[in-house]
C-alpha cells in the first residue's frame, strides 16, 4: 500500500475566511455565532447561526459565473483555490490523468432549489426556471466544477453521508491513493445551508438550539445543559497525495493520513445509537488501519454537535474504545464554527492537522458542566487552546443515517 500525506489546505469558516485565520480563532475560542442576516427570522424558533463574514462572491466570480454557481460550489471553488496555492501546485508539470477530485456536500444547491420553488409557487404557474437549475443543485456537481477548473481527469465523484459526509471524501481519498489509483486528489467538503428550510427543518427536528438571547453561548458540546447545534456554512479543502509524488515535487508535509473506519448504527433515521455502537466500530477500524493501539491516540475532535443524544453517545463509545484515559484530549470544535454539516469533517480535519503541526490541542468553549459520568475520563481542554505533544489525532463524524466516519491522522517527521 502506498502512504499518503496532507501537502496543501484550504479553509472558509464562519471564524475565518483562509487557513491562518480559522485557526488563530480556534486557539483563542472565538465564536463564529450570530443573527442570521440571510432571510428573515421573524417567525423561526431559532434566529441564529455560523454565517461566513465578509464573504463577497464579487471578489472572486465574475457575473457570469455567480449567475451558473450556488453558494455551495463558489465556498468549494474558493477553499480549494487556497489548498492549490498553499501546496505549489503547478499542474502543467504533473500527470493530470493521474490526479482526482473527491469533494462532499449533505445538500447541494439547497439555496438555488429553494429560492426558485418559491419564485415558481409564488408565480402564475409559468415555470421560469433557471437553466442552470439543475446544475447548481447538484450534489455532485461541485466535484465537477474543481476538475473542471483544473482539468483533472483522474477519479471524480461525491460521496454524500450527511453530516460524515467530508471524513467519507477524505476516507476514499486516502484509498484510491493507497490502492495506487490516482497520485494525488483534491478532497473536502462546502456547505451553504443556512436557508429558510434547513433551518425551518431542523428547528422541527429538536436537532437547533433555542439560545436566541445568548447565541455566542449556545453551542456546548459535552454540557449538561447543551439543547442543540448552530448551522454553520462553508468550505474545508485538503490535498492529499502519495507520498513518493510529494516528495518527487518538494512539497511541504503537513502530516499523514494513516487510517480511516467507516461503519453505521443501524438504529434510527436521525438518533445516534445510545451505546454508540457504531461510532466504536468506526474508530476501532481506524485505529486498526493505523496499525496502532488505542492507547496511541493522543487527541481526538469529537463530533461533539452539542445535541443531548449526540454527545453522550459518543462518549459512551469513547470510553468503550478508550477507557479512562486522563492523558487522552477530547474536544468539539463545532462550539466555535458551528456544525458545517457536510462540510464538518473538512473543516475538522483541517484543525487537526493544525494541531499535530503546532502541537496545540482546540478547546471545547461555552461548555461549564461537563457530563459527571465523563468529565473524569479524558482531558476536556476548555475555551484556549493547550499545548501539547501529538503523534496521532482521530477525527469522528456522524450523519443522519446512523453513517460513521472516523480518520487518524499521524504527525509528520521527516
Known amino acids: 500500500m502506498k502512504r499518503v500525506v496532507i501537502t496543501g489546505l484550504g479553509a472558509l469558516t464562519p471564524v475565518g475566511n483562509n487557513v491562518a485565520t480559522f485557526w488563530d480563532s480556534i486557539v483563542e475560542g472565538k465564536s463564529g455565532a450570530g443573527p442570521i442576516t ?29 449567475r451558473k454557481y450556488d453558494l455551495f460550489s463558489q465556498y468549494a471553488l474558493v477553499a480549494v483555490d ?7 501546485i503547478d499542474f502543467e508539470q504533473l500527470n493530470r490523468d493521474r490526479i482526482g477530485v473527491i469533494w462532499g456536500s449533505g445538500n447541494g444547491g439547497i439555496q438555488t432549489f429553494e429560492d426558485q420553488m418559491m419564485e415558481y409557487a409564488g408565480g402564475d404557474g409559468t415555470p421560469r426556471f433557471t437553466p442552470f437549475f439543475i446544475p447548481r443543485i447538484l450534489v455532485d456537481i461541485a466535484s465537477g466544477i474543481i476538475s473542471i477548473k483544473y482539468g483533472l ?11 460524515a459526509t467530508s471524513n467519507t471524501a477524505i476516507i476514499e481519498a486516502f484509498n484510491y491513493i493507497r490502492w495506487g489509483k490516482a497520485n494525488m486528489v483534491i478532497t473536502g467538503g462546502s456547505e451553504a445551508a443556512i436557508t429558510q428550510s434547513a433551518i425551518g427543518g431542523f428547528s422541527s427536528a429538536q436537532a437547533l438550539s433555542k439560545r436566541n438571547d445568548d447565541y455566542t453561548h449556545a453551542s456546548r458540546p459535552f454540557d449538561i445543559d447543551r439543547d442543540g447545534f448552530v448551522m454553520g456554512e462553508g468550505a474545508g479543502a485538503l ?9 518527487a515535487r518538494g512539497a511541504k508535509i503537513y502530516g499523514e493520513i494513516v487510517g480511516g473506519g467507516q461503519a453505521a448504527d443501524a438504529y434510527h433515521l436521525t438518533g445516534t445509537h445510545p451505546e454508540g455502537d457504531g461510532a466504536v466500530l468506526g474508530m476501532e477500524e481506524a ?3 493505523a496499525g496502532i493501539t488505542a492507547n496511541d491516540i493522543d487527541y481526538i475532535n469529537m463530533h461533539a454537535t452539542s445535541t443531548p443524544q449526540g ?41 487537526c492537522v493544525k494541531a499535530l503541526e503546532t502541537g496545540i490541542v482546540p478547546p471545547t468553549i461555552n461548555t461549564m458542566n461537563i457530563e459527571p459520568d465523563y468529565a473524569d475520563l479524558f482531558d476536556f481542554p476548555l475555551n484556549k487552546g493547550v499545548k501539547k505533544e501529538l503523534n496521532y489525532v482521530m477525527s469522528n ?18
Open 38 to 66: 440571510k432571510f428573515d427570522t421573524s417567525k423561526f424558533k431559532t434566529t441564529f447561526a455560523c454565517e461566513l463574514k465578509g464573504y463577497d462572491p464579487k471578489e472572486h466570480f465574475d457575473v457570469k459565473e455567480q
Open 82 to 88: 487556497q489548498a492549490v496555492k498553499d501546496a505549489g
Open 153 to 163: 481527469r483522474g477519479i471524480n465523484f461525491c460521496p454524500v453521508s450527511a453530516c
Open 239 to 247: 490535498i492529499v497525495e502519495e507520498l513518493e509524488h510529494a516528495l
Open 287 to 289: 485505529i486498526r488501519e
Open 311 to 351: 454527545d453522550n453517545s459518543e462518549l459512551v463509545a469513547a470510553k468503550r474504545v478508550f477507557g479512562e484515559r486522563k492523558s487522552l484530549s477530547v474536544s468539539g470544535t463545532k462550539s466555535i464554527t458551528g456544525h458545517l454539516l457536510g462540510a464538518a469533517g473538512a473543516v475538522e480535519a483541517i484543525a
Open 397 to 414: 463524524t456522524f450523519g443522519f443515517g446512523g453513517h460513521i466516519a472516523s480518520i487518524v491522522m499521524k504527525k509528520w517527521k521527516a
